[in-house]
């Protein structure tokens, strides 16, 4: 069974219940996961972390889309955009303007549906292409270092039979 100890177990807690709250979320058992999602929010408001702020505004904006209240998950959704935003992680950006776009689209709003599909699109593979840049930029620096190394060593090696032959000659 799964007891929390609010007193030895509170720095796992919030990681816990958000666990907890997505495999609710998962199985439709929207009021238990709002239980868990409330242990986040109660330790959101004592020591302020973007993670699990947004952790907790997602979920909140999936159980009130679950639930069909669509106005209300936009209003967690863009919370959690603003929180993004604010902590300028691209991953989240990307994921609230996905959640967006469904959230509308759900709603039969398909305009702002739409413009939040093509913000989310257009950051993420702005975002993607600039990972993949960093990951070849990478690849490449490590390539010449090696390369590098390599010429190293080949021309100590020279450079000791070279010493060799000189001792040896002269």
């Not at 239980?35 to 973007?50: A, D, G, M, R, T």
């Not at 691209?90 to 913000?119: F, H, M, R």
């Amino acid at each position: 069974a799964f007891t929390i100890d609010l007193e030895n177990d509170f720095p796992s807690l919030p990681g816990k219940a958000n666990n907890l709250a997505l495999s609710y979320i998962d199985i439709g058992m929207l009021d238990s996961a709002t239980y868990f999602l409330k242990i986040i929010e109660q330790h959101v408001k004592k020591n302020p972390s973007p993670d699990f702020e947004l952790s907790y505004l997602s979920n909140m904006g999936r159980i009130a889309r679950s639930k069909k209240d669509h106005s209300t998950a936009v209003g967690f959704y863009e919370q959690a955009k603003t929180v993004a935003w604010e902590y300028q992680e691209p991953s989240w950006i990307y994921d609230t303007y996905s959640a967006l776009a469904e959230t509308y689209e759900y709603a039969g709003q398909y305009k702002e549906a739409n413009k939040y599909y093509v913000l989310y699109k257009a950051y993420r593979d702005s975002t993607l292409s600039q990972e993949n840049f960093k990951v070849a930029n990478d690849l490449q620096h490590k390539y010449e270092q090696e390369k590098k190394e390599k010429e190293l060593v080949k021309l100590n090696a020279l450079n000791q039979q070279k010493s060799m032959l000189n001792r040896i000659l002269f």
